[in-house]
């Protein structure tokens, strides 16, 4: 399908579904002649395959990551070795998963040398501090990654996610007049400044159940999980409890003191999503 600045837009879905990645991780392919892919997924049985489906016998001229996550770059090396393509991420994403490439900055552009079109990255912290997103001009549509879902939240994984880092990403991107939205995870979105703002408004009102559980006497990270999030499924517990200690954090990166909260500076293993 094409883009809504007329670029070709293709993608296939990863066989990585579960409560996490919900029907598995997207891989895009941007171009006509010669393609960007973002985000090559997870080094699983059958990704390749179905990376080279998506190829065909074009070439490649860059692999861009939206972070260094498993589900979304884990077969990234072997990707770039198949399609003898080069890979573009920010500096951190290249440092966590080990790879060389280019170091993006905001604002940086990549794409084919003669195409009249290119991806801009947008550094857009917050669900992790290496992510970025990637803006198709010409044209208003970005790969989002896992700042935005198709359905859904995104969690934002304490230590290395941070509520105000992903409140400013959603300015950032909605400052850029968003139009349709390819998201890590679920179906493009083709009104994307209407859900960042609902992504944007989840997250404060998400904020302000923390805030009334702490002021109801909460005093441990479960129990102000279970008063905010519910009973959930003991897959999703552990990132729910990420996203409540990162919304703590937050309290406290505003000057203000909290309450004593037991299990706070106890996230135990780090998340990793295959």
Do not use: K
């Not at 392919?29 to 973002?38: P, Q």
């Not at 990551?65 to 589900?71: F, G, Q």
């Amino acid at each position: 399908m094409h883009g809504d600045s007329g670029v070709p837009v293709a993608w296939f879905v990863a066989s990585n579904p579960g409560p996490l990645t919900l029907d598995g991780s997207r891989s895009y392919a941007v171009g006509s002649d010669e393609l960007i892919i973002v985000d090559p997924g997870p080094a699983i049985i059958g990704q390749m395959e179905q990376l080279e489906r998506l190829v065909g016998n074009r070439p490649v001229a860059v692999i861009c990551l939206t972070h260094a996550h498993a589900d979304h770059a884990g077969i990234a090396e072997l990707a770039a070795q198949r399609f003898g393509a080069p890979v573009a991420a920010s500096g951190e994403t290249l440092t966590r998963r080990g790879l060389a490439g280019r170091s993006l900055e905001d604002g940086d552009q990549v794409g084919p040398s003669d195409a009249p079109w290119r991806l801009v990255a947008l550094r857009t912290p917050g669900h992790s501090s290496d992510h970025t997103a990637y803006l198709l001009e010409p044209g208003r549509a970005v790969f989002t990654g896992d700042l935005v879902l198709g359905t859904g939240s995104s969690a934002i994984l304490h230590p290395d996610g941070e509520v105000g880092a992903c409140l400013e990403s959603f300015r950032h991107v909605l400052s850029l007049d968003p139009g349709r939205l390819y998201p890590g995870h679920g179906q493009p979105i083709d009104d994307g400044e209407a859900r960042l703002r609902e992504y944007a408004n989840h997250r404060l009102e998400r904020h302000r159940q923390v805030e009334r559980a702490l002021e109801a006497g909460a005093g441990s990270v479960a129990e102000v999980r279970r008063s905010v999030y519910g009973d959930l499924d003991v897959d999703l517990v552990r990132a729910a409890d990420a996203s409540v200690r990162a919304h703590l954090a937050y309290i406290v990166s505003q000057g203000r003191e909290l309450p004593p909260v037991a299990g706070l500076d106890d996230p135990g293993h780090p998340i990793e999503v295959e």
